[in-house]
């Protein structure tokens, strides 16, 4: 995932509003940031690794005039974390200069990359959108136009060309894109919270396939593509990327979250003593779980704040290293049967440890029981990843919510064995929560 944001505001500081939008969204990618400014049809373009208060200061934001700005944070998934793929990209082709952020994933990357037919600066395919429309001959939205058939995947693109803004979304509309104004300015951000920071008020959603433009003359808009089944927004936005005070097709992401924990209570009750969040984005639902079910709510595991997402660090080792860094729990889990409580597994890295530390921590009588009548304390090793369990029980690793997904068991009879979970994730939960919102998009850029 990665965040997005543009803007035209003659007369007002863009680089400085991109930056505060830039700052709200951090949250979507931490590897890298970048602000492109427009001045009389001129781009400039900042970009660097690390984030964004990290690659600009006073004397950078200064240096970026204009009367058009777009701004973006990156995680990456097609192309490595190097410099040469930190956006907003610049791309030079036979017929125009395009400034071009990305939130996406293409899944026909390879292939337009081969028809572009010449070397590009980048590996991310991002470079690959800004390469089609700067070398399309036809009028700047024509060639935009032509571009948006051509994407297969995840596409949301904000980008600067010709003294004006465009934004699209992909046909499936998998990424989200909001429209604001700023007095009588546009914004177009990601997440509705960057509307926010920057004083912008919400308008709408950029349509699934549409494409807007704005210019001199304000903003238009173009249904570029005919949108697929109405439209999909990843699920994925509703319960870990997005902000919890972000709308999302109308709907405040946190309030979603505390429902999701609700619905999970009626789906999948559990006798136990404590309700855990695993911080920040399990919060809601575990709030919503320990509401429904009158179990008492506890943090019971301290997060770092100084500690980023781990879920978008590149590589392995560091998501590792970074969850022992993020999370301890507190001794007052000790001789608790504990629901825990997260929005999602993707990896499991975050919920094996956790689930570790937590037991050990208890260490000698630990219960995680969704079956009460069977369960057993789970003894635990401090010197090895393995609980001895005296004898047959089933317990529940974790209690973990994919928009009303059921409850994670695991049955170990074995004389130690290492904690396993498993997830699933069906179309049909989220259509009953969330109508027209059940498909999860290539997680890209």
């Not at 951000?189 to 509307?195: H, I, K, N, V």
């Not at 709308?247 to 999948?268: D, K, T, Y």
């Not at 003894?379 to 994919?402: D, K, L």
Request: with cysteine; aromatic share 6%.
């Amino acid at each position: 995932m990665c965040g997005v944001f543009g803007v035209r505001a003659p007369g007002r500081d863009v680089a400085r509003l991109s930056y505060f939008g830039l700052y709200a969204l951090q949250h979507r990618g931490q590897e890298s940031a970048g602000i492109a400014v427009s001045e009389n049809g001129r781009l400039t373009a900042v970009r660097d690794l690390g984030l964004v208060p990290q690659v600009f200061d006073e004397r950078t934001l200064s240096g970026l005039q204009g009367e058009y700005a777009i701004g973006h944070t990156r995680y990456s998934t097609t192309g490595g974390n190097a410099w040469e793929n930190a956006q907003p990209l610049l791309h030079r082709g036979r017929k125009r200069l395009v400034a071009l952020g990305h939130n996406g994933n293409l899944v026909n990357a390879e292939a337009l990359r081969t028809q572009v037919g010449k070397p590009l600066a980048s590996t991310s395919d991002s470079e690959v959108i800004a390469a089609l429309i700067a070398d399309d001959e036809r009028p700047l939205e024509e060639a935009i136009v032509a571009t948006m058939a051509r994407l297969e995947g995840a596409a949301t693109v904000v980008g600067l060309a010709e003294g004006k803004l465009f934004a699209f979304r992909d046909s499936f509309g998998f990424r989200p894109l909001a429209i604001g104004r700023l007095g009588e300015d546009h914004v177009v951000a990601s997440e509705t919270c960057a509307l926010d920071l920057v004083g912008a008020t919400f308008e709408r959603e950029v349509r699934p396939g549409e494409l807007v433009v704005v210019d001199e003359q304000g903003l238009h808009s173009i249904q570029a593509v005919e949108p697929e089944n109405n439209g999909a927004l990843c699920i994925f936005e509703f319960f870990y990327l997005a902000r919890p005070d972000t709308r999302l097709a109308g709907v405040e992401v946190h309030g979603a979250r505390v429902r999701m924990g609700e619905r999970l209570a009626a789906e999948s009750p559990v006798e136990a003593d404590l309700v855990l969040p695993i911080p920040d984005s399990g919060t809601p639902a575990a709030i919503g779980f320990a509401r429904a079910t009158g179990i008492p709510f506890s943090e019971g595991l301290i997060k770092n704040r100084y500690v980023g997402r781990t879920f978008i660090q590149p590589e392995q080792g560091m998501r590792e290293q970074g969850i022992r860094m993020k999370f301890n729990p507190l001794a007052e889990v000790a001789g608790k049967r504990l629901v825990v409580v997260d929005d999602s597994i993707v990896r499991g890295s975050t919920t094996r440890q956790i689930v570790h530390a937590s037991i050990q921590r208890a260490c000698r009588q630990t219960r995680r029981s969704s079956d009460s009548s069977r369960s057993s304390p789970i003894y635990c090793s401090s010197t090895r990843e393995a609980f001895a369990i005296p004898r047959e029980i089933r317990y529940a690793a974790v209690v973990h919510f994919m928009n009303s997904t059921h409850v994670l068991e695991s049955t170990r009879s074995d004389a130690s064995a290492t904690i396993a979970t498993t997830t699933a994730m069906t179309a049909h939960h989220s259509h009953s929560a969330l109508p027209g919102i059940g498909r999860r998009a290539p997680v890209g850029h």
